[in-house]
């Protein structure tokens, strides 16, 4: 009983005390509260149209600073994005090329030492 | 104030002035501590490890054994990890660490990393993953262990990646495969946050593809960290203050969070196809999904199969787990259920005593030569 009171007492030590009291007390409505809510349809129809919006309004800008940017590139004679990005294509196809030739050449090399030893 | 004023301050049951300055000293020590665990790195992801393998992004690691080679299982144990974080959560912290578990346990221990995705990246999808990258790192695998059959573990995504792979390549030496908490079945579109946003049709991720290429980290954690906002955005950071002066838990709380915080984004076309065909259309339990023109056919899975399952997983619900043994080939297969979420499963406290020894009995049962 006179521990209950103490804790609905202000604490100068503790300056979270009052918030851990709103916490305790109230944090598993809240969080049930709020899962409830993010699992309905209209906070999945709000969000997917904000970001939505967001995608929409964005875009153009995003869009302009690309182009501009790509001209920017090519009056300095520097690559651009997309060819950085083209390349890095190139050299991941490359990759997988060499990868599966030296998983041939280890397999020869294996069956050869294979039929040596025999 | 003089010992008399003191002594009458304490009888009247206020704090004396050296017991303010004192709490108010601590309280300043225990912020500066929480402020550190948020703004700082833990060291994670510690036991020792070799890259044996790449192919663009990813890697392939080789965690070197501890115990002698006379006593290691036959069997060498796979692990792939989801496509939108890191894998260090297997290896949290010494002492708490799954790959730890499982080395002093005899396996002979391979991770493999996807790796953070760039733009020229952006198409890559799920037909990549499961059967131009995870092939030829089996491949490289199989070739440095020497190992005819192997096990292999897959998490989240990883767990989607490899059970597509063990029903395509069922002859491939896939002997024993455990999933963790695998998103598979989406047939109840009222199952859990990701089913419910991503199946309204104002949610439209060819557009999020288009506009932004790959999608970026920030977006998929705070899509996971809303399906629980309390507890994400305030119950964690409470519990730290709470505990601030348990070195033990504030240890713990630190790894998890750099873990957390490392965030990676997701290849485009993983996540168009993610939504689109699996979320949406749930293709791969419908018998209909195709990767580089093959058919999916859950029934050609014939590996020993353990399904591991969170009660309280809000990011892969229970059912979309469960149904898959109905579906599956495998004529051994055990489907283990366990109390917590997504990730305390493997990295909880709990999970040295309750997951990790069931998962290692049973893989150790199946390990034999």
């Known amino acids: 009983m006179s521990q209950s009171k103490d804790n609905q007492t202000f604490d100068p030590f503790d300056p979270t005390g009052m918030l851990k009291q709103m916490r305790d007390s109230n944090m598993e409505s809240w969080s049930k509260i709020m899962t409830d809510f993010v699992n309905t349809e209209a906070y999945a129809e709000s969000t997917g149209a904000m970001l939505d919006a967001w995608l929409t309004t964005s875009g153009p800008f995003r869009k302009a600073m690309e182009s501009s940017m790509a001209q920017a590139m090519a009056q300095?004679?520097?690559?651009?994005?997309d060819d950085i990005t083209r390349l890095a294509e190139r050299l991941t196809n490359i990759e997988m090329r060499l990868d599966d030739l030296d998983a041939r050449l280890s397999e020869g090399a294996s069956s050869n030492d294979t039929q040596a030893t025999n | 104030m003089t010992t008399k004023e003191s002594t009458q301050a304490v009888d009247a049951g206020m704090p004396s002035f050296s017991d303010v300055c004192e709490g108010w000293h601590r309280a300043a020590e225990n912020l500066d501590r929480?402020?550190?665990?948020?703004?700082?790195?833990?060291?994670?992801?510690?036991?020792p490890k070799e890259v044996v393998w790449t192919l663009n992004k990813a890697k392939l690691y080789h965690y070197i054994p501890v115990v002698p080679e006379q006593d290691r299982k036959p069997v060498p144990l796979f692990m792939v990890f989801a496509i939108m974080n890191r894998p260090h959560v297997l290896d949290l912290r010494p002492g708490h660490s799954f790959v730890e578990y499982m080395l002093r346990h005899g396996y002979d221990l391979y991770l493999l990393d996807w790796g953070e995705p760039g733009p020229e990246d952006k198409n890559m999808c799920f037909d990549d993953y499961t059967l131009e990258y995870l092939p030829r790192a089996i491949r490289k695998f199989k070739s440095i262990s020497g190992a005819e059959e192997f096990s292999m573990l897959g998490w989240c995504l990883g767990a989607l990646i490899s059970t597509m792979y063990a029903a395509l390549r069922p002859d491939d030496g896939l002997k024993n495969l455990m999933l963790l908490t695998a998103p598979l079945d989406f047939s109840d579109q009222e199952a859990g946050g990701f089913t419910r946003w991503s199946s309204n049709p104002a949610f439209n991720a060819n557009t999020?593809?288009?506009?932004?290429?790959n999608v970026p980290g920030e977006m998929i954690d705070s899509g996971a960290k809303m399906l629980k906002p309390i507890e994400n955005y305030f119950g964690s950071y409470s519990m730290l203050w709470d505990k601030i002066e348990n070195p033990g838990t504030v240890e713990a709380w630190h790894a998890m969070n750099t873990w957390v915080r490392d965030i990676i984004p997701m290849a485009g076309g993983a996540y168009k196809q993610l939504i689109n065909e699996l979320y949406k259309e749930n293709k791969l339990v419908k018998g209909t999904l195709q990767l580089r023109g093959e058919t999916v056919d859950l029934k050609k899975l014939k590996a020993n199969l353990f399904n591991v399952i969170a009660e309280a997983d809000h990011i892969t619900p229970p059912c979309q787990s469960e149904s898959i043994m109905d579906l599956v080939g495998s004529e051994d297969k055990e489907l283990f259920r366990v109390r917590g979420g997504h990730i305390g499963i493997m990295a909880g406290r709990g999970a040295e005593k309750n997951t990790w020894p069931h998962m290692e009995?049973?893989?150790?049962?199946r390990s034999g030569g």
């Open chain 2, 208 to 213: 999020i593809v288009e506009k932004l290429g």
């Open chain 1, 76 to 81: 300095l004679n520097m690559p651009t994005r």
């Open chain 2, 34 to 47: 929480f402020n550190r665990m948020l703004t700082t790195d833990a060291k994670i992801a510690q036991t």
């Open chain 2, 361 to 365: 009995s049973w893989l150790s049962a």
